[in-house]
């Protein structure tokens, strides 16, 4: 199993800037990408950003250019600059990995609310 908690978070005006950080404890070897999504109220969890133990990275069109994601050489934590942030980015962040030899998202950090005032 692996545990997964993010920091971070907060409340910050239109244009600003927040770190997220998401530290990963457990079976930290089997893991093959890590990943943040964010839930806005009312809405359905959407995928933000994904980079892969290789290296790759992919990021939603909503924030490309706007937020990148960053690991350490471990791959034991994965991190989410936000700057120019808007309200439509607020929302509650989720931390989550994917295993190798599995398909989607297998754990799930317990999230960490972004709140961008206009």
């Known amino acids: 199993q692996v545990q997964l908690v993010e920091s971070g978070g907060g409340l910050v005006q239109a244009g600003g800037s927040l770190r997220l950080s998401c530290v990963a404890s457990?079976?930290?070897?089997?893991?093959?990408?890590m990943g943040w999504f964010r839930q806005a109220p009312g809405k359905e969890r959407e995928w933000v950003t994904t980079i892969t133990r290789r290296g790759n990275i992919n990021y939603a069109d909503s924030v490309k250019g706007r937020f990148t994601i960053s690991r350490d050489n471990a791959f034991t934590a994965v991190y989410l600059q936000m700057d120019s942030l808007q309200p439509e980015d607020t929302g509650v962040y989720y931390c989550?990995?994917?295993?190798?030899?599995?398909?989607?998202?297998?754990?799930w950090g317990q999230g960490t609310q972004v709140t961008v005032s206009s």
């Open positions: 989550a990995t994917s295993l190798i030899r599995t398909t989607g998202w297998n754990y």
């Open positions: 457990g079976n930290r070897l089997s893991i093959d990408a």
